[in-house]
């Protein structure tokens, strides 16, 4: 099976930047992605880490250490529209992403 | 990328009523699609995973007589929540992915059902 563990809640301020933590266990593993989601609307995908190391695309940022099962997504430059839920996934041997319980980060002027 | 449409946003309806949420992918042919279901501020749950022409593949625990599934084309996967009851409120998300993007799931826009 596969387990994904990361904070349910983050606050931050505008301008600031805030790191969300995913530690995951799962037997097989390809990749750890990174969703976004507004309050009653879809997920939509922001990276994907397959190796180790950090992946940037412009404000946002994803690490990858495979052998500590562990991942972080790095938002930078924070504006009140990332407020939002962020959750991570794994995929394993299916391919098919399971997801965390989500983080929301609410940003505050 | 892909674009997929969901319909409808949503939807009330009474107890013991069924209620078909459509899926369709505009932009390219998907011989899988993925239906996933998600309580308010809780995770993303693969229910099922709907496959072309044929029988959809269901998570352990998901009743597949009460949420039937047919993806009779290449553009289109459709849920039914049959005998809908209060416990099936939920939001109902419909995802697509690409061959050439096989790591990214492209989600509709969901379907937020309300059993009175």
């Known amino acids: 099976g596969q387990s994904l563990e990361q904070p349910s809640e983050v606050t931050a301020v505008e301008g600031a930047i805030v790191q969300i933590n995913c530690t995951y266990q799962t037997s097989g593993f390809y990749g750890l992605s990174w969703y976004q989601q507004h309050d009653g609307g879809a997920p939509t995908f922001l990276s994907y880490?397959?190796?180790?190391g950090l992946e940037e695309t412009g404000r946002f940022s994803s690490f990858l250490s495979r052998s500590d099962s562990y991942g972080y997504l790095l938002l930078q430059e924070l504006q009140m529209k990332d407020s939002a839920s962020y959750f991570c996934?794994?995929?394993?041997?299916?391919?098919?992403?399971?997801f965390g319980r989500g983080t929301s980060l609410i940003v505050h002027p | 990328g892909a674009v997929v449409s969901q319909h409808p946003s949503w939807v009330i309806c009474k107890s013991g009523t069924s209620v078909k949420i459509e899926c369709r992918s505009l932009d390219f042919q998907a011989t899988t699609m993925f239906w996933y279901r998600q309580f308010p501020k809780q995770s993303l749950m693969l229910m099922a995973t709907?496959?072309?022409?044929?029988?959809?593949?269901?998570e352990q625990g998901v009743e597949k007589d009460k949420f039937l599934i047919n993806h009779a084309s290449l553009t289109l996967s459709t849920l039914t929540v049959t005998s809908a009851h209060p416990e099936d409120s939920s939001f109902y998300i419909c995802?697509?992915?690409?061959?050439?993007?096989?790591?990214?799931?492209?989600f509709g826009s969901g379907t937020q059902l309300s059993v009175l």
């Open positions: 709907s496959n072309e022409g044929s029988k959809a593949t269901y």
């Open positions: 996934a794994v995929s394993g041997g299916s391919y098919i992403p399971t």
């Open positions: 880490n397959a190796l180790d």
């Open positions: 995802s697509v992915r690409t061959p050439a993007n096989n790591e990214k799931l492209f």
